[in-house]
């Protein structure tokens, strides 16, 4: 370290113990090393913690956002709307699937999509809507059902499964939240389908990983759903490792080419342990939190608000905004943070403003408010390897930085 770096605080390491380092020998030890009954233990736990009569696990968030839109039939000649403030990932799975990637700009002075313009977006191609639980926040997605029930009339199904909902279908990107709550309800029951991220940077993590889950109340066979996602996450093939085992059974079929993208036993054994202490967690993000806010809010920055009166966030993100200042000056901060030791980052870079975007005809003078969210943003560490004196540590050198950054 040099002398004027007292700490070298990483943004976001992964909390793992001594438990999930044994729990992944004994799945070495075990022989099932790929997807096994660690992985179907781990898929029962996640819906017994949400409340939901099903889970699947895949090797990401991502998979379990596409694999979601194949099942569902959107493809070529359907649109599906996302945020433009957001990570790739809940874009590129539409042009992934041969569909219109439609953005919507967020609210002023909001990481949300602004829900006027999501409900000008949506036509008679629409398909789907990808909102995006920034943060650990969960959306309004009562105002979200509410645009999609006042759009019912231009719903064109194409197939049985769209016809069951007959309206555009919500599939959360919550990557960041799992765990929080809004109005009672668990992420995971709120949303027609809810995607999970448990990559290494996740506040419950299996390295790599993710899993989707759907609502009780839709009307739909979960078996045959559950089936959809083995089938379309291992080639297509009619049985997988486990089934294969049966006496006799080695015999599959492969009832389309499809995709290989499951989660292995390895994956699920530090996901059951991590789901054990998943609540000491969130608690301990929160005391983070509340920390931040204490310390940050009174000399003006702005930060996400992760809790209220009806809603708690999962606690993944700390956003901070610093009025007034512009690219360039963030930029400057960002770099003196990192000389005295604090790892910092930006969420998100607007899609627009990446090549990929702009390659399709996404232009950021459309996006205003996202832009605006963007230029002044600012994570600090926000993880349950922060001991107080780091967090302090954060708060007096932020404090400081800005101090000289305005002068």
């Not at 299996?206 to 759907?214: K, L, Q, R, S």
């Not at 000389?339 to 975007?357: C, M, Q």
Request: net charge negative; aromatic share 10%.
């Amino acid at each position: 370290m040099t002398k004027t770096q007292e700490r070298s605080i990483s943004f976001s390491p992964p909390d793992i113990s001594q438990e999930e380092i044994e729990e992944v020998i004994k799945s070495l030890k075990s022989g099932w090393i790929t997807t096994g009954p660690k992985t179907k233990e781990f898929e029962s736990k996640i819906a017994e913690y949400i409340g939901v009569n099903r889970a699947v696990c895949l090797n990401s968030a991502t998979a379990a956002m596409e694999l979601t839109l194949r099942i569902l039939g959107i493809g070529p000649g359907d649109e599906v709307i996302t945020s433009a403030y957001t990570y790739t990932a809940s874009a590129s799975i539409i042009e992934h699937v041969g569909a219109k990637i439609v953005l919507v700009d967020t609210a002023h002075n909001s990481y949300e999509m602004d829900y006027a313009k999501l409900s000008e977006a949506i036509t008679e191609k629409t398909k789907a809507i990808i909102p995006v639980d920034i943060a650990g926040k969960i959306c309004d997605y009562d105002k979200i059902h509410e645009i999609v029930e006042s759009k019912k009339s231009l719903f064109q199904a194409n197939n049985a499964l769209q016809w069951t909902f007959n309206r555009v279908i919500i599939m959360a990107d919550a990557a960041h939240a799992f765990g929080a709550s809004r109005n009672g309800q668990k992420c995971g029951q709120i949303a027609d389908f809810t995607c999970f991220s448990f990559h290494a940077v996740k506040n419950l993590t299996t390295a790599e990983g993710g899993a989707v889950v759907w609502r009780n109340d839709l009307g739909l066979d979960d078996d045959w759903i559950y089936k959809q996602y083995m089938l379309y996450s291992l080639h297509g093939q009619s049985k997988d490792a486990l089934a294969k085992t049966q006496i006799g059974a080695w015999e599959y079929d492969i009832v389309y080419p499809a995709y290989k993208c499951n989660m292995t036993d390895i994956m699920s054994s530090i996901g059951l342990v991590q789901l054990k202490r998943y609540d000491t967690f969130v608690n301990r993000r929160k005391e983070i939190i509340e920390k931040y806010d204490n310390g940050l809010l009174p000399i003006g920055i702005e930060s996400l608000p992760h809790f209220g009166d009806n809603y708690a966030s999962s606690g993944h993100l700390y956003f901070t905004r610093i009025p007034g200042i512009e690219e360039p000056e963030r930029n400057e901060i960002i770099k003196r943070l990192a000389k005295v030791g604090i790892a910092s980052n930006v969420h998100y870079k607007p899609l627009p403003l990446f090549t990929a975007y702009k390659n399709l005809g996404f232009d950021i003078s459309n996006y205003p408010n996202a832009y605006n969210m963007y230029k002044n943003e600012i994570t600090l560490p926000l993880h349950t390897l922060l001991v107080d004196e780091d967090v302090e540590y954060i708060i007096k050198n932020y404090k400081k930085i800005i101090t000289e950054v305005y002068k």
